[in-house]
């Protein structure tokens, strides 16, 4: 039996049609049944649903040999005991560095004076500021980071923007990207090797789904 761990909402829904190109089909909807494991149309294949957080390390245990998750969340846990074989390119988005309107973002970084930014992002904010030589205090959010500098709490922000609206919504412009992000296909490293016969005809068949 191989598992692929998925998180329920926009990944779950964005990989659907990407396994029903590939034959795959789940035998039930997490958001009806409420089940965490589930069946699919291969009779060696389940589906277990975690928390998108939690994907990577479920697949870098070996407790599901496949996931599919955000480069985002890549980036916060790191990609040891994992490989990453493919771009799913669904859940496109980019993680942004936005102020509200207005804050002149460019001559603070001119100046070399300290910013504080709010994100839940902050291993891949470190590395971003760290790179562009910008001094910054990082605070951990979990949530709702477009609150942060509304409220007093952070001078800006690095948070995943999709659309534009929720920025444009709280007043905030985005001055930066630190990453275009998409959804990956993770598998453990051991697990590609010992099960590489099991493995890797999935796989191909994913990749023939992404870019038929
Ligand atoms: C993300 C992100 C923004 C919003 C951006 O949140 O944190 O709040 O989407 O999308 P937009 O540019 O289309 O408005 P999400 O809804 O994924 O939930 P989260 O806050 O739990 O991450």
């Given at each position: 039996?191989?598992?692929?761990?998925?998180?329920?909402?926009?990944?779950?829904?964005?990989?659907?049609?990407?396994?029903?190109?590939?034959?795959?089909?789940?035998?039930?909807?997490?958001?009806?049944?409420?089940?965490?494991?589930?069946?699919?149309?291969?009779?060696?294949?389940?589906?277990?649903?975690?928390?998108?957080?939690?994907?990577?390390?479920?697949?870098?245990?070996?407790?599901?040999?496949?996931?599919?998750?955000?480069?985002?969340?890549?980036?916060?846990?790191?990609?040891?005991?994992?490989?990453?074989?493919?771009?799913?390119?669904?859940?496109?988005?980019?993680?942004?560095?936005?102020?509200?309107?207005?804050?002149?973002?460019?001559?603070?970084?001119?100046?070399?004076?300290?910013?504080?930014?709010?994100?839940?992002?902050?291993?891949?904010?470190?590395?971003?500021?760290?790179?562009?030589?910008?001094?910054?205090?990082?605070?951990?959010?979990?949530?709702?980071?477009?609150?942060a500098p509304l409220a007093g709490l952070a001078?800006?922000?690095?948070?995943?923007?999709?659309?534009?609206?929720?920025?444009?919504?709280?007043?905030?412009?985005?001055?930066?990207?630190?990453?275009?992000?998409?959804?990956?296909?993770?598998?453990?490293?051991?697990?590609?090797?010992?099960?590489?016969?099991?493995?890797?005809?999935?796989?191909?068949?994913?990749?023939?789904?992404?870019?038929?």
């Amino acid at each position: 039996m191989l598992t692929l761990a998925l998180s329920k909402g926009r990944i779950y829904e964005e990989t659907l049609p990407l396994l029903a190109r590939a034959g795959i089909a789940p035998a039930e909807d997490p958001e009806l049944s409420r089940k965490l494991i589930i069946g699919t149309s291969e009779p060696n294949l389940r589906i277990v649903i975690v928390r998108a957080a939690d994907v990577p390390t479920y697949v870098q245990y070996g407790a599901a040999e496949l996931g599919v998750t955000g480069k985002d969340v890549l980036m916060e846990h790191g990609t040891q005991g994992l490989a990453v074989p493919l771009d799913l390119a669904i859940g496109r988005c980019r993680l942004c560095v936005a102020v509200p309107a207005g804050f002149d973002y460019a001559s603070v970084v001119r100046r070399g004076a300290r910013l504080r930014v709010a994100t839940k992002y902050v291993q891949a904010a470190r590395e971003h500021f760290a790179s562009k030589g910008v001094h910054v205090d990082l605070i951990k959010l979990y949530g709702s980071m477009e609150l942060a500098p509304l409220a007093g709490l952070a001078d800006a922000i690095v948070d995943l923007v999709s659309s534009g609206g929720t920025l444009r919504a709280n007043r905030l412009v985005e001055v930066e990207e630190v990453a275009p992000i998409t959804s990956r296909l993770i598998v453990n490293q051991a697990a590609l090797k010992t099960r590489r016969e099991e493995l890797m005809p999935l796989i191909d068949r994913l990749e023939q789904a992404v870019a038929p």
